[in-house]
């Protein structure tokens, strides 16, 4: 934990931060050093391995899968593992594609197996996709917010691995956001790819655990049920503090955007940009004429990174938290609402330029309309409270590591 004493400083520094326009993004994760006791699914291939003898595979990953300094899908290839064909998220197999990109079939061009969307309007892999499959590995490192669709795509490849009798196996990773639970439980009317289940915003949860609630309470289609194993991280604990190894997609480039994303990410529905088309995306907020911060930045249209970003080629002011969610998130247990609020102040009625969008986001309309008749922060977190209970309550039965204390 940080001491007081740095608060003041990281706040004047967020507060006087850089004016100057931002033009090429760095995609590379910097200043992370991966925990080194934690093992992750994948590495234990001693584990699996036997599970996959003389079975026909597919897998789905994309660049944060890997073991070492070798991909998954290499790995198991030259263990003479028979991989069929890969299953690519949002953002493609080696996650080059931008947020929202279609993201189109065709072959890898190293191993020349063949790759399968699972985004866009396929979604969902089919009956075909999956002939001829004994079983499908899942290896995504996810960062633990409802919205991040990754959890999407597993549950819908939990469900047509249930439809077609195929077994699912998860390599479970860390969750960076692991150590708290926080925001609105999302309500089923507002269930949408960008948020599948009765879950908050920080679920505090992994991929396999996940799994594991989603089969257990039956939330697949039709209540129904995939034949599902689990390898588990060895070393981790919801204590700790996971520094992500690679960056998990193209807008979240190192630990300050991870830690900031989840509380940053409702400005997605509001008429405010989150830094998307410059080098510090989710790291930053601000738009056009704006008289807070002293920040500011033009968004570009970036191919593969910010696919013509809110307020491109516009010049915005805001403020620069990049310092703050590096060295000050880490240490909060909760989502931080303030900048939201702050913007409310300014903008009013303004802000919600994307209501529905906004409510999809938070997963119910509460949110929102608590804001706009002026209901305090406090007050708000208060609603909460109730549905993170019961949360936690059915959280517990799915856990598979020592939980945060």
């Not at 590995?137 to 009798?165: K, P, W």
């Not at 639970?181 to 396999?208: A, R």
């Not at 940009?273 to 249209?301: A, D, M, W």
Request: net charge negative.
């Amino acid at each position: 934990m940080y001491k007081t004493i740095f608060l003041s400083s990281l706040l004047f520094l967020t507060l006087i931060s850089s004016c100057q326009n931002i033009d090429e993004p760095r995609v590379k994760m910097v200043e992370v050093h991966p925990e080194t006791k934690i093992q992750v699914g994948a590495d234990q291939l001693d584990k699996y391995l036997p599970i996959l003898l003389d079975q026909r595979v597919g897998i789905v990953t994309n660049q944060t899968g890997m073991i070492g300094n070798n991909h998954l899908v290499d790995s198991l290839l030259s263990r003479k593992v028979n991989v069929k064909r890969v299953f690519a998220p949002e953002h493609g197999f080696r996650g080059q594609a931008a947020n929202g990109e279609h993201v189109t079939d065709g072959r890898d061009d190293k191993t020349q197996l063949p790759i399968i969307s699972l985004y866009g309007s396929h979604k969902k892999a089919t009956p075909e996709d999956l002939e001829g499959l004994d079983i499908v590995i899942f290896d995504i490192q996810d960062v633990g917010a409802r919205f991040y669709t990754y959890i999407s795509t597993m549950h819908y490849l939990m469900e047509a691995c249930a439809e077609n009798n195929v077994k699912l196996l998860i390599l479970d990773r860390p969750n960076p956001m692991g150590y708290f639970i926080d925001g609105p439980v999302l309500e089923k009317e507002f269930s949408s790819f960008i948020g599948m289940h009765e879950i908050p915003v920080i679920h505090g949860c992994t991929v396999g655990e996940l799994a594991l609630m989603i089969n257990g309470e039956k939330w697949l289609k039709k209540g129904i049920q995939c034949e599902l194993e689990v390898i588990s991280c060895i070393g981790y604990t919801h204590d700790s503090q996971y520094q992500l190894p690679i960056a998990p997609s193209p807008n979240l480039p190192n630990m300050s955007s991870v830690y900031l994303y989840p509380s940053l990410c409702f400005f997605e529905g509001t008429a405010v940009s989150v830094g998307r088309g410059t080098e510090i995306p989710f790291q930053c907020f601000g738009y056009p004429r704006s008289e807070v911060g002293g920040h500011l930045f033009t968004p570009k249209n970036l191919p593969g990174i910010a696919h013509h970003p809110p307020f491109e080629n516009q010049e915005c002011r805001g403020m620069n938290l990049s310092e703050y969610g590096a060295f000050m998130m880490k240490s909060q247990d909760q989502l931080e609402l303030k900048w939201l609020f702050l913007m409310h102040e300014h903008q009013g009625s303004d802000l919600f330029s994307r209501p529905a969008f906004f409510d999809k986001l938070a997963g119910t309309d509460q949110f929102r309309i608590a804001m706009e008749s002026g209901k305090s922060e406090a007050e708000i977190r208060e609603s909460w409270q109730p549905g993170l209970l019961e949360y936690k309550e059915r959280r517990n039965k799915y856990l598979l590591y020592p939980d945060f204390q």
